[in-house]
């Protein structure tokens, strides 16, 4: 973080970055820990990829924000597919069996948010889901 730019860990080799005229909202020069901190998940989409792997990422768009409720899961790139399933069946089924707001990133990262019971039962069964995966990668019983 710099005076007018944010660094944003996007699950690949180089981070990305945010500047303050594509962040969330208008903060004072040199005040932008008052509106995104180390620490914070946020939803974003990338602008533009540079030719010496840099990244600009923004805020600006329907559904980017900073997300101030629910969890963020990693998941094994690899494995995300078996995530999502054909033609979502596997995160339709996820969340309708939790009730809860899943959204899978193309960074395999997974935000979940609903009411603490449901974002419980959803880490669980997104556990179980990735243990399953890669024993049947391997061949094996779970």
Same mark, same amino acid.
């Given at each position: @973080? =710099?005076?007018?730019?944010?660094?944003? &860990?996007?699950?690949?080799?180089?981070?990305?970055i *945010?500047?303050?005229? *594509?962040?969330?909202? %208008?903060?004072?020069?040199?005040?932008?820990r008052?509106?995104?901190?180390?620490?914070?998940a946020?939803?974003?989409? /990338?602008?533009?990829?540079? #030719?010496?792997?840099s990244?600009?990422? =923004?805020? %600006?768009?329907m559904?980017?924000? %900073?997300?101030?409720t629910?969890?963020?899961e !990693?998941? $094994?790139?690899?494995?995300?597919? +078996?995530?999502?399933? !054909? %033609?979502?069946?596997?995160?339709? &089924?996820?969340k #309708?069996? =939790?009730?809860t +707001? /899943? /959204?899978?990133?193309?960074?395999? +990262?997974?935000?979940i $948010?609903? $009411?603490?019971v449901?974002i /419980? !039962?959803? +880490?669980?069964?997104?556990g179980?889901? @990735?243990?399953k995966?890669?024993? !049947? #990668?391997?061949?094996? &019983?779970?």
């Amino acid at each position: @973080m =710099t005076n007018n730019i944010w660094f944003i &860990d996007i699950g690949a080799p180089f981070n990305a970055i *945010l500047p303050l005229s *594509l962040g969330p909202s %208008k903060a004072s020069f040199g005040g932008l820990r008052s509106v995104l901190d180390v620490g914070d998940a946020i939803l974003c989409r /990338i602008q533009e990829v540079e #030719e010496n792997h840099s990244s600009v990422a =923004t805020m %600006k768009g329907m559904g980017l924000r %900073k997300l101030k409720t629910g969890a963020v899961e !990693s998941v $094994d790139p690899h494995l995300l597919g +078996r995530v999502i399933g !054909s %033609k979502g069946v596997n995160l339709a &089924d996820l969340k #309708e069996k =939790t009730d809860t +707001r /899943i /959204i899978v990133a193309d960074n395999a +990262r997974v935000w979940i $948010d609903g $009411d603490v019971v449901g974002i /419980i !039962s959803a +880490r669980a069964e997104l556990g179980a889901m @990735m243990k399953k995966a890669k024993v !049947s #990668e391997y061949g094996g &019983d779970v």
